[in-house]
């Protein structure tokens, strides 16, 4: 691939990313469990401006890691743009997950995993890394986010 863009400032970069945010609904959710075996698979989600919102079953290994590891990496985009978020977990069971997280997800989903089956939960991943980047070009300055703070 020939590189003809130049590199997007960090605002751009943070902007492309909240814009992402907002406007795809699935991405990749990778989590491993305690010895270390990897799992991935794409997940709706729904950003509250905060933190990322995913459900899934408390009985596959996804929902097993997310509870158990407390961390995960969201991947968005294809290898000339890319989009990695690192978080922190905390799982909400049955009726404990927040009104307005439930709300979003089925406004944006048309689906309440709750009604569905009593093993959903819901996973909040709350961002403390974020890298943004269109190609080898911009992997100087890739990290917007760190320790929980956006840098730029």
């Not at 990897?38 to 729904?46: E, H, N, R, S, T």
């Not at 009985?59 to 997310?66: C, D």
């Not at 069971?93 to 089925?106: D, L, N, Q, T």
Request: net charge neutral; hydrophobic share 40%; with cysteine.
């Amino acid at each position: 691939m020939r590189i003809t863009e130049p590199s997007r400032t960090p605002e751009q970069r943070k902007q492309d990313v909240l814009a992402r945010l907002e406007r795809e609904s699935d991405v990749w959710v990778a989590s491993a469990d305690a010895g270390g075996l990897p799992c991935l698979v794409a997940l709706w989600f729904v950003w509250d401006g905060e933190a990322v919102w995913v459900s899934t079953r408390l009985t596959n290994p996804t929902g097993r890691n997310l509870r158990d590891g407390g961390r995960a990496r969201l991947a968005f985009g294809d290898t000339q743009d890319v989009v990695l978020l690192d978080g922190d977990v905390r799982t909400f069971e049955g009726r404990a997950v927040p009104h307005a997280a439930v709300e979003a997800f089925v406004a944006r989903t048309g689906w309440d995993p709750r009604a569905d089956s009593a093993s959903y939960a819901f996973f909040r991943i709350r961002p403390h890394t974020v890298q943004a980047y269109h190609g080898e070009h911009e992997m100087r300055g890739r990290h917007l986010m760190r320790s929980g703070e956006w840098v730029v």
